[in-house]
Nanobody
């Protein structure tokens, strides 16, 4: 079984910054990519950023320039650094991990439970 755990959410003042963490554990042989998504109330889940095992990054156009995604494969952890936050960044942020399952050798996709980020003064 593979577990994906996000942390680092909370209440942030407009203009502030935050860093979210995503840690993967369990029966995962290798991670292909890690992505961050977010879902605001009454909205669909949207892509924020992703990073591959080779370090290639991709960012949503609407948020590019304010976020940085990084990872440390040695500890199966990825981070999302966001600056100059706005009230519209309020959402539940989810981590998505694509990787090879240790037992099935199949590439599978895993989601965390999400971490709430609220931007408010």
């Amino acid at each position: 079984q593979v577990q994906v755990h996000e942390s680092g959410g909370g209440v942030v003042q407009p203009g502030g910054s935050l860093r979210l963490s995503c840690t993967t554990s369990g029966s995962i042989f290798s991670i292909t990519s890690v992505g961050w998504y977010r879902q605001a109330p009454a909205e669909q889940r949207e892509f924020v950023a992703s990073i591959t095992s080779g370090g290639a990054t991709n960012y949503a156009g609407t948020i590019k320039g304010r976020v940085t995604i990084s990872r440390d494969a040695a500890v199966n952890t990825a981070w999302l650094q966001m600056g100059s936050v706005k009230p519209e960044d309020t959402a539940v942020y989810y981590c998505n991990v694509k990787g090879v399952n240790y037992y099935t050798y199949a590439e599978e996709e895993y989601w965390g439970q999400g971490t709430q980020v609220t931007v408010s003064s």
